[in-house]
């Protein structure tokens, strides 16, 4: 560990610096509401009260008619890539022009998946000077024995100095259809594994990298964990980009990773195990190395087509 790395440990016992505190309670291109910003001034922001806020805006595409007996119609689905939060309000807005605070009927909710529901949770938070940011990795509350890819906010809880994650798409519907124990407003640990924990862990022998990626989509292994510490490393950099977006560095699928590549996302997997003692690196890496760095347009996996992160 560098000088730097052992200050920012030494400043607060947890290992997050003031400075660190400072950038994540500030809004990143995506999470900034622009024109609505107002809309969130009168939003409260403790956990219980931002997951309720954001699942009474959203629902998640994948279970809405199974758990909310909503069909999404096929003319919706574009809404789960929007990519950044003031067109996100656009959208929503359109629907139901209600305030915010003010929870949804299933068809006027936003349809989006993970993401969303972390990028909201973050955008409520920063407005109000909550330090948060969002996790790539894997949860394992999906299917039992599997780790599932997923996107978590990480928020600062001050009163105990300690970074806790907070599952806001886990709300009374989903926790009871998948029969969920533990604390979704501090979900633990061992329940929620980093791209950067899951890699180690896979290439210690830990874990057998088949069990991590999506089920339904019979996408998994070590190729995809890969991906995801990518997407977790922009994210870290304020880059809250679509899960299925693709750039620079990360494997095609099913792809076999030559030691080269291996000890590659070893090192980013270091980077990110630690972001706040890691903090300037995290940054400096990203904005020095074009092979993680987010481009103007990414490669949507899902469309299958190039695309500018944000338009107009």
Not at 58 to 72: K, Q, R, T, W
Not at 132 to 160: I, L, M, S, T
Not at 190 to 202: D, I, M, V
Request: proline share 6%; with cysteine.
């Amino acid at each position: 560990m560098n000088a730097t790395a052992l200050s920012a440990h030494r400043e607060n016992g947890r290992g997050a610096s003031q400075r660190v505190l400072d950038h994540y309670a500030s809004h990143s291109p995506f999470s900034t509401p622009g024109r609505h910003a107002a809309l969130l001034d009168a939003l409260p922001f403790d956990p219980a009260s931002v997951a309720r806020t954001v699942q009474g805006l959203l629902i998640y595409e994948h279970v809405a008619e199974l758990f909310y007996g909503y069909p999404i119609p096929d003319a919706r689905r574009a809404e789960s890539h929007i990519r950044p939060i003031e067109q996100f309000i656009d959208a929503l807005l359109e629907l139901d022009d209600r305030p915010l605070h003010i929870g949804r009927p299933s068809e006027k909710r936003l349809v989006g998946i993970c993401r969303h529901f972390m990028l909201l949770s973050l955008a409520i938070f920063r407005h109000h000077g909550v330090p948060a940011r969002g996790r790539g990795g894997f949860g394992a509350y999906f299917n039992p024995g599997k780790f599932e890819d997923h996107w978590v906010c990480e928020y600062w809880k001050a009163e105990e100095c300690r970074w806790a994650l907070l599952d806001s798409q886990f709300d009374d519907v989903f926790v009871r259809n998948l029969a969920i124990h533990h604390d979704v407003l501090d979900v633990p640990r061992a329940q929620f594994l980093t791209a950067s924990e899951a890699w180690r862990r896979c290439r210690g022998g830990e874990l057998n990298p088949n069990l991590f990626g999506i089920e339904f989509s019979q996408l998994r292994g070590l190729w995809f964990i890969a991906g995801s510490l990518i997407r977790d490393l922009a994210t870290l950099n304020g880059q809250e980009i679509l899960p299925w977006d693709v750039w620079g560095v990360q494997p095609a699928p099913d792809a076999t990773l030559s030691d080269e590549e291996l000890d590659f996302f070893d090192e980013i997997a270091l980077l990110t195990a630690d972001p706040d003692a890691n903090f300037d690196a995290l940054k400096q890496r990203f904005a020095e190395d074009v092979r993680v760095r987010v481009p103007a347009k990414v490669f949507n996996a899902l469309r299958q087509r190039e695309e500018r992160v944000f338009e107009g």
